[in-house]
Nanobody, 127 residues
Framework: QVQLVESGGGLVQPGGSLRLSCTAS????????IGWFRQAPGTRREGVAC???????TYNDSVNGRFSMYRDYAKNTVYLQMDRLNTRDTAVYYC?????????????????????WGQGAQVLVSS
């Protein structure tokens, strides 16, 4: 069974940090492009952090310098480290993977969306 399972969401105060995890089963993330997306109520889904199969990374301007993405190959897991969170980061966060489509789609170039998606993790930044 091919699945992406997310964890690590929750409530955090402005200025705080969270780390989201996305663990794959049924396939090896090593050979896949990875994207982290978020969607707030009433808004379009947007790419946040994007990783190509050649380890190229792009970040949305709104999070650049505050968020970072990295893989743990042994655990078949990708992480999104989120620092200096603010209220505008409040959203449901999704990880996604695809052999071809995730990086360009995540980076804003359009085309078909990734095939595999996590279930979503709620992030609420509030005092």
């Amino acid at each position: 069974q091919v699945q992406l399972v997310e964890s690590g969401g929750g409530l955090v105060q402005p200025g705080g940090s969270l780390r989201l995890s996305c663990t794959a089963s049924g396939f090896n993330l090593h050979s896949y492009e990875i994207g982290w997306f978020r969607q707030a109520p009433g808004t379009r889904r947007e790419g946040v952090a994007c990783l190509s199969s050649r380890d190229e990374k792009t970040y949305n301007d709104s999070v650049n310098g505050r968020f970072s993405m990295y893989r743990d190959y042994a655990k078949n897991t990708v992480y999104l480290q989120m620092d200096r969170l603010n209220t505008r980061d409040t959203a449901v966060y999704y990880c996604a993977a695809d052999s071809n489509n995730a990086f360009y789609y995540c980076s804003g170039y359009g085309g078909p969306p990734p095939v595999y998606w996590g279930q979503g993790a709620q992030v609420l930044v509030s005092s």
